[in-house]
């Protein structure tokens, strides 16, 4: 009992705490930090500083859009003056981590980058780019502290991922759309997964879903599973919902480790007042009945075969790294 005293005494302190910063939350943004950790989904590193995320994301397609902005012409300009001798490759990671470096002027946190999705089937060739993203950071005085390094959730980029954080370079495992891409990169250690909740909704809409609430959104419902997975079997690796298209996805996800959110829906939470309606829907500590499986087994083979037989899943990490090659091909284009 008297050991439990202290504790006793710091849960009401917490207590008020947190009801007297309700009383002074100005709106849902401020609301869902107090249960998640908000992240930047953008290349647009201007539009950042007035939602203050904690961290920050990129993708080869949020890149490309940033480009098409004449106020970021200068960073392929210098690039390409800087490094003229350099191969295309050398030079695209050089856009990658000058758009990685200002970010990190803005935020506090960490920043992902995404090695080239052409390399997304082979290990060996995505552990020579992690690296050489993470010495181009090193160049530019950036510690690996400060970097999350995207791979994609092949079988192939999930072996590179158990290499990869065994040397002590984090990495964000990316295009998840099933519970063993899930499960399979927390067993290679990865510090931190993006499960996709948008291009799931997208996936099930195409196909004729329809569905009455966040809560029964199956981009959502995949998530929480994810979520409840990793949670139970306590794993260390930080879940990060990413993918989304609207406030109400967002904000049925509350609780979340991390939540990556685009600019406009950061400023459509950021309009919203009624943060009291923002309640935490994920919880470590609660059970989240008929959502927890037994440990999966992820040996290669069973993951190609769950892969196999999810076509949502399938379809979609296909789709999602032939657009970012599609994307990378378009940044090698600014470069010649
Ligand atoms: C972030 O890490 C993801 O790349 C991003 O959220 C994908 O979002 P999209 O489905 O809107 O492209």
Redesign the pocket.
Same mark, same amino acid.
């Given at each position: 009992m008297i050991r439990g005293f202290p504790v006793m005494l710091d849960f009401f302190a917490q207590t008020a705490m947190r009801s007297t910063n309700t009383e002074s939350i100005p709106n849902a943004l401020e609301a869902l930090k107090q249960f998640t950790t908000v992240v930047a989904?953008t290349g647009n590193f201007e539009s950042m500083r007035a939602y203050q995320p904690q961290d920050a =994301?990129t993708?080869p =397609?949020l890149i490309i859009r940033a480009l098409e902005q004449p106020r970021y012409a200068g960073i392929v300009d210098q690039v390409k003056a800087a490094m003229a001798a350099k191969k295309v490759s050398d030079r695209a990671r050089a856009v990658l981590v000058s758009f990685g470096c200002e970010i990190l002027k803005i935020i506090p946190g960490r920043v %992902?980058t995404e090695v080239d999705a052409r390399l997304s089937f082979d290990t060996q060739a995505t552990i020579a780019e992690a690296n050489a993203i993470i010495a181009a950071y090193a160049e530019r005085g950036i510690p690996k502290s400060r970097v999350l390094i995207k791979i994609a959730a092949t079988w192939e980029g999930l072996r590179a991922v158990r290499e990869l954080e065994k040397q002590g370079i984090a990495c964000n495992v =990316?295009l998840i759309f099933s519970l063993i891409q899930a499960a399979a990169a927390a067993d290679a250690g990865a510090t931190l997964i %993006?499960p996709?909740v948008?291009?799931i909704s997208d996936w099930h809409k195409k196909a004729g879903a329809q569905w009455a609430t966040a809560g029964e959104d199956p981009g959502v419902q995949s998530v929480k599973r994810i979520y409840a997975y990793l949670k139970h079997h306590r794993f260390h690796t930080e879940v990060m919902g990413? %993918?989304f298209r609207s406030v109400e996805q967002v904000m049925a996800l509350a609780g979340c480790d991390l939540l990556?959110v685009s600019p406009d829906l950061l400023e459509q939470l950021r309009a919203m007042d009624q943060e009291s309606l923002l309640e935490r829907a994920l919880d470590p500590a609660a059970s989240a009945p008929g959502q927890v499986t037994a440990q999966l087994n992820t040996t290669e083979s069973l993951f190609r075969f769950a892969m196999n037989e999810d076509a949502m899943a399938t379809e979609k990490l296909a789709e999602g790294i032939r657009l970012f090659v599609a994307d990378g091909r378009k940044l090698d284009a600014r470069l010649v």
């Open positions: 989904d =994301t993708n =397609t %992902s =990316t %993006s996709f948008g291009r990413a %993918s990556t």
